[in-house]
Nanobody, 123 residues
Framework: QVQLVESGGGLVQAGGSLRLSCAAS????????MAWFRQAPGKERDFVAAITWSGGTVYTDSVQGRFTISEDNGKNTVYLQMNSLKPEDTAVYYC?????????????????WGQGTQVTVSS
């Protein structure tokens, strides 16, 4: 029903920047939450950032002050601006959307996922 496609990943040196994009299509709902998660090899998928229909944002502590989540005017695309990147930011980054009932921070609260985009930060 809802399709999400991420783009913008790549290789960057520590201290550099990348901007990820997530384009939504199909049946979308204006009150859906949009979020970013990431997963490193051998690790669980972890919450990164989320934005609500009202524009409120939430970040995990490790990216606070470095990453910014935002939406375009039509709210069909969500962005993750990543600055001051560190090697520990290396992961596959996934866009997710849905109507979480309990918490914004757990992946199983979301209904739709993109295919992921690889971010690699070299030291």
């Amino acid at each position: 029903q809802v399709q999400l496609v991420e783009s913008g990943g790549g290789l960057v040196q520590a201290g550099g920047s990348l901007r990820l994009s997530c384009a939504a299509s199909g049946r979308t709902f204006s009150r859906y939450i949009m979020a970013w998660f990431r997963q490193a090899p051998g690790k669980e998928r972890d919450f990164v950032a989320a934005i609500t229909w009202s524009g409120g944002t939430v970040y995990t502590d490790s990216v606070q002050g470095r990453f910014t989540i935002s939406e375009d005017n039509g709210k069909n695309t969500v962005y993750l601006q990543m600055n001051s990147l560190k090697p520990e930011d290396t992961a596959v980054y996934y866009c997710a959307t849905g109507s979480p009932k309990t918490t914004l921070l757990k992946g199983n609260e979301y209904d739709y996922w993109g295919q992921g985009t690889q971010v690699t930060v070299s030291s």
